[in-house]
């Protein structure tokens, strides 16, 4: 049950959609209506994805990664459109509804399984803060220091409007990134040719092109989006009428976040040398390494990159903690109304983001190749998520006329198919090369 102070705060909301909707003011509409689905994709754009988009243009160029990012993004609209939709119909948040239509022991597998996901993801963000810092000469503990400051300040809001206005116009900031790929000049006809034409999968270890084509799909498409979608959708107070915006604003957001990822994609094809994916490149020295590549403004440029993605990403993905762990507990789980009605929610917000940030400050940890893999444990884990988002926006007695259709249902289970098998591929490549049958990068 909503408490009077969130529900008050939504009203007010509301009241300001519904006059704009009476006065056919579209763009005013969809302005009040935007924050759910552009932080969802523009926060999947976080320093361990932008790291994994730009080895990847480093290790191999524009031909095969390039059109393969802005693809995923496609299937990204897919997954978050029903994520929304389901949110806006139902009023409910993700793991609330697979407590309830699942039982409590569905209900706590997806908040362990994504709390799990969120933690080794929440290091890999203070790691590219950290990387992004290092690079203007800052030590490794203003990165966590940095990260948690945001996470306080945010929390204390009171609505959840201010909490995603706040961290909408730190989002903007993601267009750092295309920034750098302009200064670095890139060849139109070969960025036009690399889409258009779509390289062959290049050669190179097995294992190896499956961690980047995983880690690739988890820099896109990860469980924390699902959780946080539908819970912001609904804190947020969207309804059956809101879909159609919702959909528009998802849309927008799945663009940006692409066109901003292919960038970074550019930005690390400077670096690709001409034995391709046999010159590796080292995640945290990428922003030294463009700077002698393409001159000192592209170096900083990405840097000041990865401290926004990391931050934006941090934000939200220990929001979405909050939401699925508070959603499991039936306890109040809303940025609206005073921090100290709804203490489990902000207390695992803050918790969270404690713990990852003391991670970093472990001398010796292995923060860059944890930035990588936390990329390919999403991608794991994420047919599970996917599985019970399909089940919900499919069900008709839930959902209504806003169900998924046929080919909704195809497209979806069609996303869910190419993500499994490329997760078990992996898993299935790396223990070959474990037992000496497929031999080391």
């Not at 994520?83 to 997806?110: C, D, N, Q």
């Not at 507990?329 to 609206?336: A, K, T, V």
């Amino acid at each position: 049950m909503r408490g009077s102070t969130e529900d008050a705060a939504r009203a007010r909301d509301r009241s300001a959609v519904l006059v704009a909707r009476r006065g056919g003011r579209r763009y005013r509409l969809l302005w009040l209506l935007a924050g759910p689905g552009i932080l969802a994709m523009l926060g999947e754009n976080d320093g361990p994805s932008m790291i994994s988009y730009a080895v990847s243009g480093a290790g191999y160029g524009l031909g095969f990664f390039l059109p393969f990012t802005i693809a995923l993004f496609a299937v990204a609209f897919v997954c978050q459109e029903m994520a929304m939709r389901v949110g806006a119909v139902t009023g409910r948040g993700f793991g609330e509804l697979i407590l309830k239509r699942y039982g409590p022991g569905w209900g706590w597998f997806g908040a362990a399984d994504l709390a799990v996901t969120n933690l080794v993801t929440l290091v890999a963000e203070f790691a590219a803060i950290r990387i992004g810092l290092a690079y203007f000469g800052y030590p490794a503990w203003t990165a966590a220091a940095l990260g948690m400051a945001l996470v306080v300040a945010t929390s204390v809001l009171g609505r959840y409007r201010r909490w995603e206005r706040t961290v909408l116009g730190l989002a903007a900031f993601n267009a750092l990134f295309l920034v750098a790929a302009i200064l670095v000049r890139p060849a139109p006809a070969g960025v036009g040719q690399a889409i258009a034409t779509w390289s062959p999968l290049p050669d190179g270890s097995p294992v190896t092109l499956l961690l980047l084509l995983t880690s690739t799909i988890g820099a896109t498409v990860t469980p924390w989006m699902v959780f946080f979608q539908q819970s912001a959708s609904a804190d947020k107070g969207l309804t059956r009428a809101d879909v159609r915006y919702g959909r528009v604003e998802t849309g927008l957001g799945a663009a940006l976040a692409a066109v901003f990822g292919a960038s970074a994609v550019v930005v690390g094809a400077v670096l690709a040398g001409p034995g391709g994916g046999d010159q590796p490149v080292s995640s945290d020295a990428i922003p030294a390494l463009l700077d002698r590549a393409a001159g000192t403004p592209v170096g900083a440029i990405f840097a000041l990159g990865l401290i926004e993605a990391g931050a934006v990403a941090l934000l939200t993905i220990s929001a979405s903690t909050s939401y699925a762990i508070a959603e499991s507990l039936g306890r109040p789980h809303s940025f609206n109304g005073p921090t100290r009605r709804a203490v489990v929610f902000h207390s695992v917000n803050l918790a969270t983001a404690a713990l990852a940030a003391a991670v970093v400050l472990i001398p010796g940890a292995p923060l860059v190749a944890i930035a990588l893999n936390a990329n390919v444990l999403a991608t794991v884990l994420l047919p599970v998520t996917l599985t019970f988002l399909l089940m919900l926006a499919a069900d008709r007695q839930l959902m209504g006329a806003a169900a998924n259709t046929r080919p909704m249902t195809i497209t979806a289970v069609a996303v869910v198919v190419l993500i499994a098998l490329c997760a078990g591929a992996y898993a299935v490549a790396s223990f070959l090369e474990t037992l000496g049958v497929l031999p080391h990068p």
